[in-house]
Nanobody, 120 residues
């Protein structure tokens, strides 16, 4: 059983940056595909960024060029660097993990979520 704990959310002005962290424990970090989802009020949860076991990454079109996902295996931590933030990025951000090579829309494990609010 993997436990995921996010941190780094907060309030930022449009154009600013935040870095989200997700610390994993209770499993073999290298065994999982990882990613970040978000859910804005009144909207469905959507995948934002994924990182497969081989290191390949993917992003939803709305964040390409602004967000970067990365992992630090020594710290069992996955990050989401968010630059040039926009008010429409406001959401609760969730870290997720899946046993296997690729993260799907139905991960095996979820973090508790961290709020990101971008003011205009």
């Amino acid at each position: 059983q993997v436990q995921l704990v996010e941190s780094g959310g907060g309030l930022v002005q449009a154009g600013g940056s935040l870095r989200l962290s997700c610390a994993a424990s209770g499993g073999t970090f290298s065994s999982y595909a990882l990613g970040w989802f978000r859910q804005a009020p009144g909207k469905e949860r959507e995948v934002v960024a994924t990182l497969n076991r081989s290191g390949g990454s993917g992003y939803v079109d709305s964040v390409k060029g602004r967000f970067t996902i990365s992992r630090d295996s020594a710290r069992n931590t996955v990050y989401l660097q968010m630059d040039s933030l926009k008010p429409e990025d406001t959401a609760v951000y969730y870290c997720a993990a899946r046993t296997g090579s690729v993260l799907t829309k139905n991960p095996d494990f979820w973090g508790q979520g961290t709020q990101v609010t971008v003011s205009s």
